[in-house]
């Protein structure tokens, strides 16, 4: 098809652009999903699907469309992994760590954690009267779980942290066309040495993988498990604070009755899913809702768009802690690939809400916070807030 063909077949998608999908992006894809549900968008290079069935036909149809494919750049960094492969490899990558972070698996292993480690961070921060949540609270708080949950032996937080940050410039550049670089290559051989100590000395989830899976499979696959657990985290938790108290009387309600935290949690990640798309590559020939896709075509998941369809969602846009479906959203995706640290990311969000709520009566949005935003990864960028006790910031 032709760049004219597809302007005047797709003209919502011909037009949209990087800077709407990164800022406010609802109305635009609201618009697409009504006349355009599978539309060619030349701003993203590939087919973007904006309606929920459709979305779910993508995910779940991994034989029709795949991750493997070599403009994964994630693989080409860390090795492949469950992340970059499908079908029975994909199957005995994953399964090893599915197992592990299953619903009753994470509660017993790592409720614990995660309210320790939202205690302490909250307790420290307590006296100041004042904190920006993202930097402060829920980037520290995903970094130390998806750390603990792994036992890597010896590895501190902060240098997981550095090999995360390394390893996710080095997918950057490669994305772009360029080199891994050296810094990256010594990360990953770094979080390897690490993979190898913890597997030697026999315990956790890392070790229990040695039954299926090879040490430098083991590794892909644990820097694989950081990749997932620390934006993601840290957006769904700021998310999570963002709509509370940009909606105090539903803070309110929380705060009154806990329970509601978990309906909280879901309908924020339904408003702002920290993932907002999933990319495939067509293997095939193929046609979805009158779109002629071609093998080898990029085809994008807005999980954005399809947690704000209506056909689904009443009234899609508002924040409503009453919702009788708010976890049938797509944020942790589904099929195959879908996420493998749904349960131990609740418990986390869940237990800074709760350590917030018990240690920061009070708390209400400061000057200079930002709305979510961005193409893949959406957050507040920065969330300011004070409770009790604290003089209101000169900027207030
Ligand atoms: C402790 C936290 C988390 C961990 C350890 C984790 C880990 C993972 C892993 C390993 C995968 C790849 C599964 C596979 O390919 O078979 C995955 C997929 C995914 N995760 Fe998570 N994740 C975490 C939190 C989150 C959060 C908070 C979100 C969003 C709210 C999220 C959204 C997703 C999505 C959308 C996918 C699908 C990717 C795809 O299909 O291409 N994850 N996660």
Same mark, same amino acid.
């Given at each position: ?49 904006? =309606?929920?069935?459709?979305?779910? $036909? ?8 795949? #991750? $493997? ?12 992994? %469950?992340?970059?492969?499908? @079908?029975?490899?994909?199957? =005995? ?7 592990a972070f299953l619903r009753p698996e994470s509660r017993s ?29 829920? @980037?520290?708080?995903? /970094?130390?779980?998806v750390a603990g949950a792994l036992r890597l032996l010896n ?48 315990? @956790? #989830? ?18 694989? %498990? %950081? ?26 309600? /929380? ?45 994008? #998941? ?5 947690? =704000? ?8 846009? #508002?924040? $409503? ?29 869940l237990a800074a809400l709760d350590a917030v709520l018990d ?14 935003? @961005? ?12 409770? $009790? ?8």
């Amino acid at each position: 098809m032709t760049s004219g063909v597809a302007a005047r077949r797709y003209p919502l998608g011909a037009a949209l652009t990087l800077e709407q999908l990164g800022a406010d992006p609802y109305g635009p894809l609201a618009r697409l999903r009504e006349t355009e549900p599978v539309s060619w968008v030349p701003a993203l290079g590939g087919w973007l699907v904006t =309606r929920r069935d459709l979305c779910i $036909d993508v995910m779940r149809d991994a034989s029709l469309f795949t #991750v $493997d494919d070599q403009r994964f750049s994630t693989a080409r960094v860390v090795g492949p992994s %469950m992340l970059s492969l499908d @079908g029975d490899e994909h199957r =005995r990558h994953r399964d090893p760590f599915a197992s592990a972070f299953l619903r009753p698996e994470s509660r017993s292993r790592f409720a614990e954690l995660a309210a320790l480690e939202a205690g302490r961070l909250v307790e420290a921060l307590a006296p100041a009267g004042r904190a920006e949540i993202r930097r402060d609270l829920a @980037g520290p708080l995903a /970094v130390n779980v998806v750390a603990g949950a792994l036992r890597l032996l010896n590895a501190e937080p902060v240098e997981v942290l550095a090999w995360y940050d390394e390893i996710v410039a080095a997918v950057d550049r490669v994305s772009a066309g360029g080199e891994i670089g050296s810094r990256a290559r010594a990360a990953v051989s770094d979080l390897g040495r690490h993979v190898d100590a913890t597997i030697r000395h026999g315990h @956790g #989830v890392l070790a229990d993988a040695t039954a299926t899976l090879a040490p430098a499979e083991i590794a892909s696959n644990a820097a694989v %498990m %950081m990749f997932g657990g620390i934006e993601t985290s840290e957006g769904m938790t700021t998310s999570l604070f963002w709509h509370l108290l940009i909606n105090p009387d539903q803070l309110t309600s /929380v705060a009154a009755d806990r329970s509601l935290g978990a309906s909280a949690v879901e309908e924020s990640l339904r408003l702002e899913p920290a993932a907002a798309r999933v990319d495939r590559y067509a293997t095939s020939d193929t046609e979805l809702a009158g779109a002629r896709i071609n093998a080898g075509d990029l085809v994008i #998941v807005s999980l954005t768009a399809a947690n =704000r369809d209506p056909t689904t969602f009443p009234e899609p846009d #508002v924040f $409503d802690l009453s919702r009788p479906n708010a976890r049938s959203h797509l944020a942790f995706a589904q099929g195959p690939h879908a996420c493998v640290g749904i349960h131990l990311a609740r418990l986390e969000t869940l237990a800074a809400l709760d350590a917030v709520l018990d240690r920061w009566p009070g708390i209400t949005i400061d000057a200079g916070s930002t709305p979510p935003s @961005g193409v893949i990864f959406r957050k507040p960028r920065s969330l300011p807030v004070r409770w $009790d006790g604290a003089p209101p910031s000169a900027a207030t």
